[in-house]
């Protein structure tokens, strides 16, 4: 596809973006921008996006994204879950936890989880569904379940594999249409770069402080 092409596509079909979309990428874009500010208001804004997203996924994607749909009922979860570590304190009102850096065994986990969910979405994908994209369908949702798990123990490394899942649903998103959810991908992927650095930052801080 030409580039005259590809925005042409990309003009026709932004103005059939549903409100949908609209609202769960507004939300979603300022949940990332609360997590990279390590603030609990990532949780909240968040919810109301993926439960959007899950709808646009399960009910306006031809054919339907089935992983991703199921990927947004996953951040739902993980969202009501990180939500109530992140308002946990110890005695000293200090957050139970903090911005740390995976342990080799965290680490080891969240890359066989990664790895096992992508081959089982991608089976079940391809041999239970319609989807035409099983293999990116899969990846994406699989290397978000991995995010979004160090994520809620605020994980370092929770950044890298988001910046990893994004890379993979920019082209995924722009190929079925959704314009709009494209463009949030890529503003993922930079404020996931960002968020990265940050966090690093504010660890070092911490551990000087001590």
């Known amino acids: ?7 042409q596509q990309f003009f026709n079909d932004i103005q059939y973006t549903r409100w ?12 990332v921008w609360y997590a990279r500010k390590n603030n609990i208001l990532v949780y909240p804004t968040g919810i109301i996006g993926v439960l959007l997203a899950a709808w646009v996924y399960f009910f306006i994607a031809t054919p339907p994204l089935y992983a991703d749909g199921m990927l947004n009922i996953y951040y739902f979860a993980m969202s009501v879950y990180g939500w109530y570590n992140w308002t ?3 005695h000293f009102q200090h957050d139970v936890y903090a911005i740390s850096w995976c342990t080799k065994n965290e680490f080891r986990i969240g890359i066989a989880g990664c790895i096992i969910g992508w081959s089982v979405l991608y089976v079940i994908l391809s041999t239970f569904t319609n989807s035409d994209t099983p293999i990116l369908d899969s990846l994406v949702s699989a290397s978000a379940l991995t995010a979004m798990w160090w994520m809620a123990s605020r994980k370092i490394e ?38 990265y650095t940050e966090w690093k930052k504010i660890y070092s801080s911490a551990k000087n402080d001590h």
């Open 1 to 7: 596809m030409q580039p005259d092409q590809i925005w």
């Open 20 to 31: 949908q979309e609209w609202v769960s990428t507004l939300t979603q874009i300022a949940s």
């Open 88 to 90: 946990r304190k110890d």
């Open 158 to 195: 929770n950044w890298l594999a988001w910046i990893f899942s994004n890379i993979v649903a920019i082209p995924l998103n722009f190929y079925k249409g959704f314009m709009l959810f494209t463009l949030m991908y890529v503003l993922f992927l930079i404020m996931a770069l960002a968020g």
